[in-house]
């Protein structure tokens, strides 16, 4: 038995189930409503004042870099991946792998055929292995300067290529700088052609750069990028090829102290998107994609020139001993290579001569 006040003041003696419970139930109801109303409100409040990071993606998308986690490539992704979240408000989700957690750039490229990776920066030797019409775009000695690239590859040439690559498995995004490339060794200082004589390179896994190196007299021993520094320490091969950020940051300068500087080529990056990830998306999300990707590469540009220059000083100081080419000699590396042009550009001299004009203009 319970003591009930009920709205008359009137005390009254009643069981639990009884008439008073049955009036004031629609109170309680109320009540209850209220705190949901209150509670929902509450949570609504919350999510508005969450940031992006703290929501529920969307979509959470992987993408492979396979340099270092502070190199200039993987400081562009990163910034990529946080325009991307920012613009979408959470709803999409990029985790940048670098290191080549994800695989080497061969297997990356083979995964995301299958959308297996949604996103990855890749060299264009290698993209070109899976697009070879790629290849015009890193032909050796076809650029007078990092100038004459990006006028190419900021141009319609470049455009064109970007968007040529896109089909059902995979979508060009943006360039990324990657400078020029030159040859070091563990023997000997490389100053003139003769001395390419018999040395075995490490290239990329590329059909072009083997035969580049053949014709310069060397042999061409192809191999992921991770593999080179204990194949150089093993004796594997007496040299490699790479840009200065590559050549410090994988610490190459510990193993093979000759730098020959003679750009004998610049392979541009591309930041790709597997065909299958692009399907997901909507337009407007493909544009977000698209936009971040750009504005993303011209951080990386930026950060490139600093880092190039930083390696450069840094391995100088451990002991790197660097040749520069004399104009003849490198005159002479020219023209040991020009056979590749038929090989690779038969069909697309048209293009090489478009670029070639377009170092003409000062
Ligand atoms: C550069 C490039 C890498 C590539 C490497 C190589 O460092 O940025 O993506 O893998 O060359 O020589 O394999």
């Known amino acids: 038995m319970y003591r009930i006040l009920v709205a008359d003041d009137e005390p009254i003696e009643r069981t639990v189930v009884s008439k008073t419970i049955q009036k004031y139930f629609p109170e309680q109801l109320a009540v209850i409503l209220a705190t949901a ?12 004042y969450l940031t992006p990071e703290e929501k529920e993606p969307e979509f959470v998308f992987s993408y492979a870099e396979n340099q270092g986690e502070d190199y200039p490539t993987t400081l562009g992704a990163k910034y990529f991946s946080e325009l991307v979240e920012k613009r979408t408000e959470g709803r999409i989700r990029i985790l940048v792998q670098a290191e080549g957690t994800l695989g ?13 990776i949604d996103f990855a920066r890749v060299s264009l030797s290698q993209l070109a292995e899976y697009a070879p019409e790629l290849n015009v775009l890193q032909m050796p000695y076809l650029y007078e300067d990092s100038t004459h690239m990006w006028r190419v590859l900021d141009g319609e040439i470049g455009a064109k290529f970007l968007n040529g690559i896109s089909d059902d498995e995979l979508v060009g995004l943006s360039w990324y700088d990657a400078g020029a490339r030159n040859f070091y060794n563990s023997k000997k200082p490389i100053s003139c052609l003769e001395d390419m004589e018999g040395m075995k390179i490490r290239v990329q896994e590329s059909e072009l750069m083997e035969d580049v190196i053949g014709a310069l007299g060397a042999v061409a021993v192809p191999m992921g990028y991770a593999d080179v520094y204990s194949s150089l320490e093993r004796g594997i091969v007496d040299g490699a090829e790479n840009n200065w950020p590559s050549y410090e940051s994988m610490s190459h300068y510990e193993v093979a102290r000759y730098y020959t ?85 038969g069909d697309s001299m048209d293009v090489i001569e478009k670029i070639t004009a377009e170092g003409a203009v000062r």
């Open 104 to 116: 080497n750039e061969k297997e990356v490229i083979l995964q995301m055929k299958y959308g297996g």
């Open 261 to 345: 500087v003679d750009e004998h080529n610049r392979v541009p990056e591309m930041q790709i998107c597997s065909g299958y990830t692009w399907e997901k998306l909507s337009e407007k999300d493909r544009a977000i994609i698209m936009e971040c990707a750009k504005e993303s590469a011209r951080y990386e540009r930026e950060l490139w020139t600093e880092r190039a220059r930083e390696s450069k000083e840094f391995v100088m100081s451990h002991g790197t001993e660097v040749v520069e080419l004399t104009a003849e000699e490198r005159k002479r590396f020219r023209n040991a290579v020009m056979g590749v042009y038929e090989k690779y550009c």
């Open 37 to 48: 109303v209150v509670v929902v409100s509450i949570m609504a409040l919350v999510c508005c």
